[in-house]
């Protein structure tokens, strides 16, 4: 090699001008090794391949060579990191047998040689360099897209082989795939919890998962267990329902069956019971109603009576007739009456009280049955009957005059002047005036008892 390259540098140096023999030697003195540190072929030939030599033939193929050799090493570099490339043995030592016999002659200074060899290696490590960036774009599409097709093995070697060939950090991406496979293993094993009626523990499984992947099993699950619980609340409560109807809990029975029906409306066992239950209640509300009506007419309560025969009404109309209610409303308002006219009845002097009182008594001699009133009613009759007779006994009443006096009773009206009159009028209380042209009016009260037989007064203006 060294008798190569001395000969090459001495056909050199008879061709370079005499300005450059010094260069010539110190580049021969170096690259025998004399006189301080040998520098490369390639860098000696750079020395001498300057100015008027630089487009000479020989230099021309030089830095051809040089860059043939540039542009395979660059490829070759690249896919040096790479450990079990997507390729075959022998496509690789093929490239690399062709750079290395290129570096072999371009060592030995076949430059033109070396180029087509450098080239050669170049075109095949830029296919393996095309198959690997192929094979990494194909594993990426693997990762992008394994949430969709859930091709989970396929992602993990794809992740293993992207780690081998350097395609950058992968842990992100390994972690979400092993999210998704666990996600996948807690998806099952919520199927398997649900089919064996553990609907809790689906739940807890379907709750856990870390991705989206399974969204749509997931949601399906949820719905089967929600259906699968809703089903067993319905059936606990109508199971509950059965039992308070059957111990006549009628109202505990009905809120059971009517949380039922929310959870299946369309249930003819459900509206089955509530329409049993409706009518139970019913019955039980008349009878309550009827024994408290009962007990009402009994303590002659004839007002609340009245009421509880109109809620009895309100509810089935075929247990009350209107001749109960008639009668309930005709003792009330005579009750009303006798109340409002008793306290009154101190005289029949005024017509008004009078003919309140003879229709009060008229209308109670017309009922059917008086007797129904009851005993208070009746003895409140009683008592105005007697004071109404007692009153209704009219007394002689004698006024004596002066023949001059204007003289009126009140109630009652003008008696003009008289000297003597005779009047029948009713026990009670009265007002005589006497009334002269010129003088003051003169009033005086006039009291009749009812034991009186007669009464005699005098009335005059003086």
Same mark, same amino acid.
Not at 265 to 275: A, M, Q
Not at 304 to 314: D, H, K, V
């Given at each position: @090699? ?76 690249? *896919? ?24 072999? *002659?371009?060592?030995? &200074? ?18 393996? $360099? ?45 972690? #979400?795939?092993?999210? @998704?496979?666990? #996600? ?61 109807? +059957?111990?006549? $809990? ?24 509530? &329409? ?8 039980? +509300? ?9 007990? @009402? ?25 209107? &001749? +109960? ?11 009303? +009456?006798? #109340? ?20 009060? /008594?008229? #209308? ?59 009047? $029948? ?18 009033? &005086?009260?006039?009291? /009749? ?14």
């Amino acid at each position: @090699m060294k008798q190569v390259l001395k000969t090459s540098v001495v056909w050199r140096l008879f061709r370079l001008p005499s300005g450059y023999l010094s260069i010539t030697v110190f580049s021969t003195l170096a690259l025998l090794g004399f006189g301080g540190a040998s520098i490369s072929h390639a860098q000696e030939e750079l020395l001498w391949c300057s100015g008027s030599r630089a487009s000479s033939p020989l230099c021309v193929e030089f830095r051809e060579a040089l860059e043939a050799r540039g542009r395979a090493s660059v490829v070759r570099d690249e *896919l040096n990191p790479v450990t079990d490339g997507p390729w075959n043995s022998t496509s690789l030592a093929e490239a690399e047998n062709s750079f290395a016999e290129a570096t072999a *002659l371009f060592a030995d &200074e076949f430059f033109g040689k070396s180029i087509t060899l450098f080239d050669q290696s170049f075109n095949q490590f830029t296919k393996l $360099k095309s198959r690997l960036q192929e094979a990494i774009e194909d594993r990426r599409t693997v990762l992008l897209e394994v949430a969709v097709t859930r091709r989970f093995d396929d992602a993990l070697n794809g992740l293993a082989d992207l780690e081998k060939w350097g395609a950058g950090d992968v842990a992100s991406d390994r972690s #979400d795939v092993l999210s @998704m496979i666990a #996600d996948k293993d807690d998806l099952e094993r919520a199927r398997v919890s649900l089919a064996a009626g553990a609907t809790e523990g689906a739940k807890e499984a379907l709750m856990g998962l870390r991705t989206d992947v399974f969204s749509r099993e997931r949601k399906d699950l949820l719905d089967r267990i929600s259906s699968i619980e809703a089903d067993a609340e319905f059936s606990r409560l109508v199971s509950l329902g059965a039992s308070s109807l +059957q111990d006549k $809990k009628y109202s505990s029975a009905k809120n059971y069956f009517l949380k039922a029906k929310r959870l299946d409306p369309k249930s003819v066992t459900v509206i089955t019971n509530l &329409e049993l239950i409706a009518k139970l209640q019913r019955s039980v +509300q008349i009878e309550a109603l009827q024994n408290e009506r009962a007990r @009402m007419l009994s303590d002659q309560n004839f007002l609340r009576a009245l009421e509880l025969t109109e809620q009895l009404e309100a509810i089935d109309t075929s247990v009350v007739s209107g &001749e +109960q209610k008639e009668l309930l409303r005709n003792v009330i308002e005579i009750e009303r +009456q006798l #109340d409002l006219l008793q306290p009154q009845l101190t005289s029949l002097s005024s017509s008004r009280l009078r003919r309140s009182v003879e229709q009060l /008594i008229s #209308d109670f001699n017309a009922a059917a049955e008086p007797q129904k009133f009851g005993g208070r009613v009746n003895e409140k009759f009683k008592q105005l009957k007697l004071r109404y007779d007692q009153l209704s006994e009219k007394v002689i009443l004698i006024l004596t005059s002066d023949s001059k006096s204007e003289v009126r009773l009140l109630p009652g009206g003008r008696l003009g002047t008289f000297k003597e009159i005779t009047l $029948k009028v009713f026990p009670g209380s009265y007002k005589l005036s006497a009334r002269c042209p010129g003088l003051r009016e003169k009033v &005086e009260s006039l009291s /009749i008892a009812v034991e009186e037989a007669s009464v005699t007064r005098h009335v005059s203006c003086l």
